[in-house]
């Protein structure tokens, strides 16, 4: 083995600027080695991306093919056969009514695609007085202006609020924290989706443009899966006043949850819908805009194009990635084994952290599962943020040779901590019990530090 030794200086500004973290030097299946030989169990896909696990050789064989054939036609100029054909897929896989697939570079940029998609509609439709949008306290769209405007993370915000749109955030679906006794999880979902309605009324039914959610709760919150009748009811509200609904299924699309769109289980058709982690798999950056054909038909009757674009749209070695990675999901009926992979796993943390004092709750769907860590059960009462427990359960995590996906202020942005799962569907049932077996052990070594 060739040792990778990180450079010292580093002129790569990492995500901490005061440590460089250890060297990746290859994946394959479900594990990723470092520069030292040590390997590394990656149980949170990344953050929920590597949905084939790392190294799939049909997937890179597609890649190959494709920078041998043709690596980057501007779409100004071109569209590329491989573009068409993801288009392809993603519209016939989509739900009812999805016309066109709008593919850019990640997740960030569907989401600001899709805001601004929705503000353009509604000018050609000649409705502009609409121009607010209503998404989630504790939500995660990205860290672009626009995306991190309509997220409702406190912490992610602040420093950068004067710089964000104004937009109203209502409460998340988060039944473990905010569903009350006296209330069933379904009244719980009526009352959340009051308050959307009467948030519209108070901003003025004619001036929304569109409400932004999460299907699944995912990165700021750890995993929160709507309670029944919740998206239905929301899907009601919007209807009723012409307000858009965009699912940000960038984490919890594409398979995650068991079925290709999150949104199925609810029952619901967005008007607007975001993916991109799980779409490329980590092998290409790639993320889309799934679009209903009455939005784009108000564009193409109206301006003739949608104002807005990218250098990368739609670039052909990243569809050739998504491509491969969605035809291998389908062919293999990957998503059966997530659904059937999910009850085991569910089965495995609950063995080992069910009866955990320390632990809240365990949520999830498919193989997208949160683990809440609370320091009081009864109350429900989270640990001092002084202690970052999040940041010691992934070193802990990490030096056990396991990549899990925690997260401190889970509740409101402050307190609260979380660790969120989502193994590759390629995970074997022996790796599942380990990911579990690994996990409660870092859990309990991390609140061993006191
Ligand atoms: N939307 C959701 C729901 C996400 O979870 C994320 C990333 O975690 C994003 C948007 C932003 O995606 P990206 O990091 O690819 O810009």
Redesign the pocket.
Known sequence: MTPHPTPTPTHVLHRSLRSTPPMAVRGDGVWLEDGAGRRYLDASGG?AVSCLGHGHPEVRAAMHAQIDQLCYAHTSFFTSAVAEQLADQLVRTAPEGISHAYMVS???EA?EAALKMARQYFVEIGQPERSHFIARRQS????TLG?LAVGGNEWRRRQFGPLLIDVTHVAPCYPYREQRPDETPEQYGQRLARELDETIQRIGPGKVIAFVA?TVG??TAGVLVPVPGYFKAVREVCDRHGVLLIL?E??SGMGRTGTLHACKQEGVVPDLM?I?KGLGGGYQPI?AVLAQQRIIEAMSTGSGFFQHGHTYLGHPVACAAALAVQQVIERAGLLEKVRRDGVTLQQLLAERLAEHPHVGEIRGRGLFWGVELVAERAGKIPFDPARRLHARIKSEAFARGLLVYPMGGTVDGRYGDHVLLAPPFITSGDELALIAERLAQAIDAAIAQG
């Open positions: 953050a990640g997740g960030s989401v995660y769209h990205g860290n995306a999460e995912g990165a940000d960038v984490m975001t991109a993320g």
